[in-house]
């Protein structure tokens, strides 16, 4: 991990597959950086020649620069073979809602994980020979899966 001052700089959270796992550490990630707001609203680009005042060409110049130190995050968080997919996209913004689409999953998916997970949790039992706090954890473990994936 880099310093700065005293503070220790986070790793970027890489991307492996786990969405809902990363989109939260990423989201985390950028809201310490104060770029979250790019990412969720995003920023709108005047029409091609039009003429701004010197104090709005200021303000958009400086939304590009946080947008590309976005980007620059994400492009470090992803892979090559998915980033191949999402070069084409312009804004943090859009990479985020792509990889958001593509990689979530629809409600359909969600509902059947959180199916599979209150069996998991229903079934679990203390194995012979594990201590409580093992089993503490296992259980934890799922209860944190079905939170992820909206269950209360």
Do not use: C
Not at 18 to 33: A, G, I
Not at 67 to 88: C, G, M
Not at 110 to 131: V, Y
């Amino acid at each position: 991990m880099a310093t700065e001052g005293n503070f220790v700089q986070p790793a970027i959270p890489l991307f492996d597959g786990h969405y809902d796992h990363w989109s939260m550490l990423m989201e985390n990630f950028l809201r310490s950086k104060e770029y979250w707001s790019l990412v969720e609203t995003g920023y709108t680009l005047p029409e091609s020649g039009a003429a701004l005042p010197e104090v709005k060409q200021k303000k958009l110049d400086e939304m590009k620069l946080k947008d590309s130190k976005v980007k620059n995050y994400l492009f470090q968080a992803i892979d090559r073979p998915i980033l191949e997919t999402i070069l084409h996209k312009s804004t943090s913004k859009q990479i985020w809602d792509s990889m958001k689409k593509k990689y979530e999953g629809n409600d359909r998916v969600k509902r059947s994980i959180l199916q599979a997970l209150r069996k998991e949790f229903e079934t679990l039992e203390m194995k012979s020979g594990e201590n409580v706090s093992d089993y503490f954890s296992r259980v934890m473990s799922v209860v944190n899966k079905m939170r992820v994936h909206g269950d209360k």
